[in-house]
């Protein structure tokens, strides 16, 4: 009997939460961790903090720059948030997918409508979107004063962006309650391996010379 060999495209995983939830911190670990994940770098025009680099914590540009590119069509997703411009480029994406390898977004919850309403199947077929929810207030004001960077204005300014994102968890397929570091990402790691294993994700690999019935166990 001939072994089947089977075929994955990649999950289009889009993260949302609150600042401080820690979306970031979990996609960029899991990408890190895993050789079949990527991290997709995002657009934005906002200035780099101290110590980042332009195409590995962001693409910098300029308003000028984002506007005309997501007026070509460049852009899966984008939106303003905090004054600034942020959004992921298609290029990011699609390829990574149609290679079985898992696109990680951190995006807000304008950004994950947007990709929720592409009509592209490819997208909708690989999207799994997940929210991160603080337990608390106070546990929110905690984590967005323990990152020191921001002034209390910001701060202010995060926290009721932060009231009106979190009414949106429900439109998520998956909601984290956040408890500490490794917990969200056990948590978070399960979810997509959950997901690698649905069967509508797997396809006869068309070079694989075995009937789609076959399996060689």
């Not at 060999?5 to 895993?34: A, I």
């Not at 460049?74 to 004054?83: N, S, T």
């Not at 209390?152 to 949106?168: K, Y």
Request: hydrophobic fraction near 30%.
């Amino acid at each position: 009997m001939s072994k089947l060999e089977l075929k994955r495209r990649g999950l289009l995983c889009v993260v949302s939460g609150p600042s401080g939830s820690g979306k970031t911190t979990l996609c960029r670990r899991y990408s890190e961790e895993n050789n079949q994940a990527v991290y997709a770098i995002s657009a934005t025009t906002r200035k780099p903090r101290d110590g980042e680099k332009d195409g590995v914590d962001y693409f910098f540009l300029t308003r000028d720059e984002f506007e005309s590119r997501n007026t070509r069509g460049e852009f899966l997703e984008y939106a303003e948030v905090h004054g600034n411009y942020y959004g992921t480029l298609k290029s990011e994406v699609l390829s990574h997918i149609e290679a079985g390898r898992d696109v990680l977004m951190d995006i807000d919850v304008q950004g994950a409508a947007l990709v929720r309403s592409q009509k592209d199947t490819s997208i909708q077929e690989a999207l799994v979107d997940i929210f991160i929810l603080l337990p608390s207030e106070e546990e929110l004001l905690n984590r967005l004063n323990f990152r020191g960077t921001e002034t209390q204005e910001q701060i202010d300014l995060r926290l009721n962006n932060a009231h009106e994102e979190m009414r949106h968890w429900q439109l998520y397929r998956y909601t984290i309650v956040s408890a500490n570091k490794a917990t969200d990402f056990s948590t978070f790691s399960s979810i997509l391996a959950s997901e690698h294993c649905r069967s509508n994700r797997l396809t006869p690999d068309p070079e694989s010379k075995a009937d789609d019935r076959e399996l060689d166990f």
